[in-house]
């Protein structure tokens, strides 16, 4: 697609597999064709800021009174990755989608699952730390309260 100004901002000609075709931009209207399972750009407001995302499109939601877009996003900082859920449709208001570059893609598969193994390995050891506490207050608060008739 080659687009050419014709000197006029409200018109331009644009070129389509050969076929010029000139463009009220006026009445132009912008149409994406997305599907599930594409990889998209997600603007989302935070705080006073907009930033963007690596997400997926996993589904389109049919309702009758507000068609729903489901995108699956990377939320990634220094430490963690996180997935998030938007959905999309026409009150949502502070978040856009677009297609997405390869070359846009920030983090390779294997930073993203490098990150995702950690928060896995600390939420473990949260979970190791705290059936610690528990086999601690059994053992050694439970003689108290064996004499009240209360259930462990």
Do not use: H
């Not at 597999?17 to 463009?23: I, S, T």
């Not at 939601?61 to 995108?71: A, G, K, M, S, Y």
């Not at 998030?84 to 502070?94: G, V």
């Not at 297609?99 to 600390?122: C, F, V």
Request: with cysteine; aromatic share 10%; hydrophobic share 35%.
């Amino acid at each position: 697609m080659k687009i050419n100004n014709m000197g006029n901002l409200e018109r331009k000609i644009i070129e389509i597999n050969g076929v010029k075709l000139e463009v009220d931009l006026r009445t132009a209207k912008r149409v994406d064709t997305f599907r599930v399972g594409d990889t998209v750009k997600i603007l989302l407001k935070e705080y006073q800021d907009y930033k963007p995302s690596l997400g997926i499109i996993i589904g389109f939601d049919q309702f009758e009174i507000r068609p729903t877009i489901v995108v699956a996003y990377l939320k990634c900082d220094y430490y963690t990755a996180e997935i998030k859920f938007a959905y999309i449709n026409s009150e949502t208001k502070d978040t856009e989608i677009c297609q997405i570059n390869e070359w846009d893609i920030p983090y390779s598969k294997q930073d993203i699952l490098t990150k995702i193994d950690k928060e896995i390995a600390k939420k473990q050891e949260e979970l190791r730390d705290l059936e610690t506490k528990r086999k601690v207050f059994i053992e050694m608060f439970g003689k108290y309260f064996e004499g009240n008739k209360e259930k462990e």
